[in-house]
């Protein structure tokens, strides 16, 4: 009875994953109160116990109790989750996700509502019309101006060390397909992609690069071609001189009522979008239909789906962001919800190579890094905006970079070594 009040010793086994970090696997005998800090000390202490030579360096870890990092003292998770003190709690640990360091800060003219990065190079969209192309480390590249209204969406289609092809998307109803010459630093637009008959929103390139899909203010999904047509060279060079071809959509999606705010595709067939209807779409391009939907109870601004998980993150107005399940038949079911943001969450992504993080940003002037076993507080904040933040990116593992409306491009370097870490740095 003494464990019920937080107090007196409940049974352990210690586990991990991490194989170079594995303790005797005994029944340990632990004070109910413990919180992380304890518990790393006593995981370090028997590392060190159990270590043949003098090797042994502290590592910062964090725990798993029922699927979920403890966040306060045992006692108070156990019986939050109605476990039995009298049980043995199995705890699992993993090295602790190093805290992403600031990097440089990327200074526009305007608004930043749009980053996407590719290797070393980062793209970004303003209010003032513009495209920006940066290195990674600062360096302005180019200004490309082209759209009549404010970018709200920029996405790279393919990058080498010779040319790059990326889309931008604008409240002006367009999409423009670009080709930059990385060499000479020139860019030309190739297609002016026409049909939306409001602003577009979002914009996503297929797995196979020759397709792209924008979602818009109109309620429409639109799927293009992302194709380059080297062999027309007499209406090309024609095109060139009236800025670009116009290109109209391959196939056109009916089904949101109001403005598709996200768009992801999920494999070469498949896509799924959020709207601020509340609900999210995943669709089947080979039946040019829906193949699943699920409801929410909130306008959704952003959504985020991980090819390592198969889950769905959600960004909303009321500061929280939400974990789906699409696979079940409950998908409308929230699996988890985070807790930490102060105003409306604008903006969100999964890791591409870490299974359980996700990173996200919020009109409170802030990013938040999280781990999707950790509702009630993030991994990390990621501070520097000095206002709203509008678009997050994780595309290359090594660097997380935020865009926001104190005309700045935030850059986070991950300081986790990333495997092949290497070709990343062409964005090949």
């Not at 799927?223 to 095109?239: D, Q």
Request: negative net charge; charged residues 25%.
């Amino acid at each position: 009875m003494e464990a019920e009040n937080g107090e007196g010793q409940v049974q352990v086994h210690l586990k991990t994953k991490q194989e170079q970090y594995g303790v005797p696997d005994v029944p340990y005998s632990i004070d109910a109160t413990v919180a992380t800090t304890e518990l790393n000390t006593f995981v370090n202490t028997l590392l060190e116990q159990t270590s043949t030579d003098d090797s042994h360096r502290t590592v910062e870890f964090d725990f798993l109790v029922f699927d979920e990092y403890l966040r306060g003292r045992l006692c108070d998770h156990l019986r939050e989750k109605a476990i039995s003190f009298e049980d043995a709690i199995e705890i699992e640990y993993v090295e602790r996700f190093p805290a992403p360091e600031p990097q440089d800060c990327l200074l526009h003219d305007d608004w930043v509502s749009a980053v996407k990065t590719c290797g070393k190079w980062v793209l970004t969209g303003c209010y003032d019309n513009t495209i920006n192309i940066w290195t990674i480390k600062g360096k302005h590249v180019l200004t490309i101006p082209g759209h009549s209204m404010p970018i709200k969406a920029v996405s790279w289609v393919s990058l080498d060390e010779e040319r790059g092809k990326f889309i931008s998307c604008s409240q002006d109803q367009t999409a423009m397909l670009w080709e930059w010459m990385v060499e000479t630093n020139s860019v030309e637009c190739v297609s002016v992609c026409k049909g939306h008959e409001r602003g577009i929103d979002c914009v996503d390139v297929s797995p196979t690069k020759d397709r792209f899909a924008t979602g818009s203010w109109d309620t429409m999904l639109k799927i293009w071609s992302a194709e380059i047509n080297e062999s027309a060279e007499g209406s090309t060079k024609k095109a060139k001189l009236e800025g670009g071809s116009t290109r109209t959509p391959i196939m056109t999606l009916q089904g949101h009522r109001e403005c598709i705010s996200a768009v992801q595709w999920m494999d070469k067939d498949t896509l799924l979008t959020s709207s601020w209807d509340h609900t999210m779409k995943v669709w089947d391009l080979n039946m040019e239909g829906i193949k699943t939907e699920i409801s929410t109870n909130k306008s959704i601004f952003d959504a985020s789906y991980s090819n390592l998980n198969h889950l769905i993150v959600t960004a909303s107005a009321d500061k929280n962001i939400r974990l789906y399940d699409p696979r079940t038949n409950h998908g409308s079911v929230v699996r988890n919800t985070y807790l930490g943001h102060q105003q409306w969450v604008e903006t969100i992504m999964w890791s591409t190579t870490e299974e359980y993080l996700f990173v996200s940003g919020s009109y409170d002037n802030q990013n938040k890094l999280w781990d999707c076993r950790s509702p009630k507080a993030p991994l990390y904040d990621l501070i520097g905006h000095g206002d709203k933040v509008l678009d997050i990116d994780w595309s290359n593992p090594k660097y997380i970079v935020s865009g926001g409306s104190d005309n700045t491009v935030r850059v986070y370097k991950s300081r986790k070594a990333v495997n092949g870490g290497s070709k990343m740095e062409t964005g090949k």
